[in-house]
T-cell receptor, first 115, second 112 residues
Framework: NAGVMQNPRHLVRRRGQEARLRCSPM?????VYWYRQLPEEGLKFMVY????????ESGMPKERFSAEFPKEGPSILRIQQVVRGDSAAYFC?????????????FGQGTRLTVV | QKEVEQDPGPLSVPEGAIVSLNCTYS??????FMWYRQYSRKGPELLMY????GNKEDGRFTAQVDKSSKYISLFIRDSQPSDSATYLC????????????FGKGTMLLVSP
């Protein structure tokens, strides 16, 4: 059983471009969580999704950021018109039930660099 | 005041030392307390979790929670160079869905 797969592992974008980060949860997991880790900062919650539904997006910036988890395929975190401040490591986690802390596994992350 | 405070280190110890890592928090509603290990350029890996106050032991690792002081600790006995990583504490209000609140992490370096 493969772990949580994130791709790409590294992504470089110029200011103003779009970034698409993908997360394939572990087999049998229908709950996905996205976190962002800024340099010298802790992991910050962004959004929690179940298949085809956004459950909690209280940590998402109001503009330029969106997330989806379609019925088929990976979860996508989309950042439009990237700025230098978006440079960070983005992690997703997945769980079989809504128990983030005790049942979720994290992926290896996507490191976004905005130049 | 941040919800979760954690000294970023680095904490440097010789192989075989007992390591103590700590976090303090301000939200008395937190009930579940986790410790994650994160190697450089990798994702966080759950080491152990405890519910409410008390101790929990798993091999060389012991987690302690003191809710009255809002203070949690992770002890590592007989530390090994392979323990060199960043250790993140995290907390949650309930076992069902609630967001995880992380500390910034403490970098641990164990020298042979």
């Amino acid at each position: 059983n493969a772990g949580v797969m994130q791709n790409p592992r590294h992504l470089v974008r110029r200011r103003g471009q779009e970034a698409r980060l993908r997360c394939s949860p572990m087999k049998g997991h229908s709950h996905v969580y996205w976190y962002r880790q800024l340099p010298e900062e802790g992991l910050k919650f962004m959004v929690y999704l179940q298949k085809e539904n956004i459950i909690d997006e209280s940590g998402m910036p109001k503009e330029r950021f969106s997330a989806e988890f379609p019925k088929e395929g990976p979860s996508i975190l989309r950042i439009q018109q990237v700025v230098r401040g978006d440079s960070a490591a983005y992690f997703c986690a997945s769980s079989p039930v809504d128990r983030l802390g005790t049942e979720a596994f994290f992926g290896q992350g996507t490191r976004l660099t905005v130049v | 005041q941040k919800e979760v405070e954690q000294d970023p280190g680095p904490l440097s110890v010789p192989e075989g030392a007992i390591v103590s890592l700590n976090c303090t928090y301000s939200n008395s509603a937190f009930q579940y307390f986790m410790w994650y290990r994160q190697y450089s350029r990798k994702g966080p890996e759950l080491l152990m979790y405890t519910y409410s106050s008390g101790n929990k032991e798993d091999g060389r690792f012991t987690a302690q929670v003191d809710k009255s002081s809002k203070y949690i600790s992770l002890f590592i006995r007989d530390s090994q160079p392979s323990d060199s990583a960043t250790y993140l504490c995290a907390m949650q209000v309930s076992s069902g869905y609630s967001t995880l609140t992380f500390g910034k992490g403490t970098m641990l370096l164990v020298s042979p």
